[in-house]
């Protein structure tokens, strides 16, 4: 089974910028459906974008076009989040996560994932 895991996280000041990375331990996963996702204190999971096998299309959460990028590297297993212009509301415990598409499965924000890595918390101060 494709285990992820996270890193990058940190803390910084509004309008300040981070780089969250996703490693991969297969590289099946370069067929699944990929995304980043984030959890809040006292807030529901909610999926931040999400990106196709070989980065063909992108999704974003309304909250977050324009300022973050998702990306895949297929050599390295690995899928990144660039956050720019960050802000106090980006706070929260960010998750990668993975899924195959096998039987028809569409990938997008609303794709059930499977497989999640450990989280990487993102602190931004006003």
């Known amino acids: 089974q494709v285990q992820l895991a996270e890193s990058g996280g940190g803390s910084v000041r509004a309008g300040g910028s981070l780089r969250l990375s996703c490693v991969a331990s297969?590289?099946?996963?370069?067929?699944?459906?990929m995304a980043w996702f984030r959890q809040a204190t006292r807030k529901e999971r909610e999926a931040v974008a999400a990106?196709?096998?070989?980065?063909?299309?992108?999704y974003y959460a309304d909250s977050v076009k324009g300022r973050f990028t998702i990306s895949r590297d297929e050599g390295k297993y690995a899928l990144y989040l660039e956050m720019n212009d960050l802000k106090p509301d980006d706070t929260a415990i960010y998750y990668c996560?993975?899924?195959?598409?096998?039987?028809?499965?569409?990938?997008?924000?609303?794709?059930?994932?499977?497989?999640w890595g450990q989280g990487t918390q993102v602190n931004v101060s006003s």
């Open positions: 996560a993975t899924r195959s598409l096998f039987g028809g499965v569409q990938c997008g924000l609303m794709t059930e994932f499977n497989r």
């Open positions: 297969q590289w099946t996963v370069n067929r699944y459906c």
């Open positions: 990106i196709t096998p070989g980065g063909t299309d992108t």
